[in-house]
């Protein structure tokens, strides 16, 4: 895959950090760790989307709104705050195989819009 949209490890470290968080994958700029047991496109391609979003918020800054939107909605949403955070809602909106060329026609900032949608 190419460097703009991650590095893809599985099996290994990547597999103890899935397994510690208790995910699927996650990215962690520029890595996109993935566990081998549930390697998938689609998720490759969600994680991809984060980050895009993470190189567009010069990494830090895009961690940090992370956690302050999830504590922000969980008063209001409870175990769906993590489905309810706007980098999320996008990429879950758009990691299906009909949306694989969704990162060329991307324009920057995508997720804002998702800030005031409802949940995916």
């Not at 998720?43 to 940090?64: A, C, D, G, S, T």
């Amino acid at each position: 895959m190419m460097i703009k949209n991650g590095i893809v490890l599985r099996g290994g470290a990547a597999e103890k950090w899935c397994r510690f968080w208790n995910v699927s994958g996650m990215s962690l700029w520029p890595l996109i760790l993935v566990s081998g047991l549930r390697f998938s496109e689609r998720l490759v391609r969600h994680e991809m989307i984060h980050i895009r979003q993470q190189r567009e918020m010069l990494v830090v800054p895009f961690y940090i709104w992370y956690v302050l939107e999830y504590l922000i909605r969980l008063p209001f949403y409870g175990s769906n705050a993590y489905m309810n955070i706007s980098f999320e809602r996008e990429a879950y909106s758009h990691d299906d195989s009909d949306y694989s060329d969704y990162l060329e026609k991307r324009k920057p900032y995508s997720w804002f819009k998702y800030l005031w949608h409802t949940s995916v």
